[in-house]
């Protein structure tokens, strides 16, 4: 497929565990996002790279998260020591274009931290 | 502070009839406007955009409005169709940013 694929589709983690979700973004997407979408809202922006430079990580919840796109292709985004106000649907998207413009989303992985 | 807001959660329209979704935005800076759909257990779904330059974009049976002094859009969907039932999001971005900042979204249940 075309689309930006995300790895694992469902997590679940005991509280304390560290996760790592991947995200392959669309072939040739400069730009690639992550958002974290909690029950009934809307996605929040986490992080965005630009290749392999992450050029805004402003809306990271902690220091317990952590992402990386060291090749400027496939993007791991980290969580560290998991809490359970992190369960959410964790979504990843990419863009052909430098901006924000149409950004194209993964499935997501929802996590849930028991 | 929710810079992007849907006020409405839910929206019911008969198959045939005109869907209007509503979305208003606090933020001045805010430069480019999109809106997405979403079915369960997917990602969100690009449908159209608009720059602040422009008050109108039209694709197909889908229309984004714009109206810069109330700092509102609006997304008409005509014909509606069973198919366009979904959860809708409205996103914004700012001049020099690159996120896009949404709204809490509205379902829209399109009915025979």
């Known amino acids: 497929g075309a689309g930006v694929s995300q790895s694992p589709r469902y997590k679940v983690a005991k509280r304390g565990q560290d996760v790592a979700l991947r995200c392959d973004p669309i072939?040739?997407?400069?730009?690639l996002f992550w958002y974290q979408q909690a029950l009934g809202q809307g996605p929040e922006f986490l992080t965005y790279?630009?290749?392999?430079?992450?050029?805004?990580k402003s809306g990271l919840p902690s220091d317990r998260f952590f992402a990386e796109r060291p090749e400027g292709s496939v993007s791991t985004l980290k969580i560290q020591r998991t809490q359970q106000e992190d369960s959410a649907v964790y979504l990843c998207?990419?863009?052909?274009?430098?901006?924000?413009?149409?950004?194209?989303f993964g499935p997501g992985t929802r996590l849930t931290v028991t | 502070d929710q810079q992007v807001k849907q006020n409405s959660p839910s929206l019911s329209v008969q198959e045939g009839r005109i869907s209007i979704l509503n979305c208003d935005y606090t933020n001045s800076m805010f430069d480019y406007f999109l809106w997405y759909k979403k079915y369960p257990a997917e990602g969100p779904t690009f449908l159209i955009s608009i720059s602040s330059i422009k008050d109108k974009n039209e694709d197909g049976r889908f229309t984004v409005f714009l109206n810069k002094s109330a700092k509102h859009l609006s997304l008409h969907i005509v014909p509606s169709q069973p198919g366009d039932s979904a959860v809708y999001f409205c996103a914004a971005s700012a001049r020099n940013t690159d996120k896009l900042i949404f709204g809490t979204g509205t379902r829209l249940q399109v009915f025979p």
């Open positions: 790279f630009q290749n392999e430079a992450q050029l805004d």
């Open positions: 998207a990419s863009s052909s274009r430098l901006g924000a413009y149409e950004q194209y």
């Open positions: 072939s040739g997407h400069v730009s």
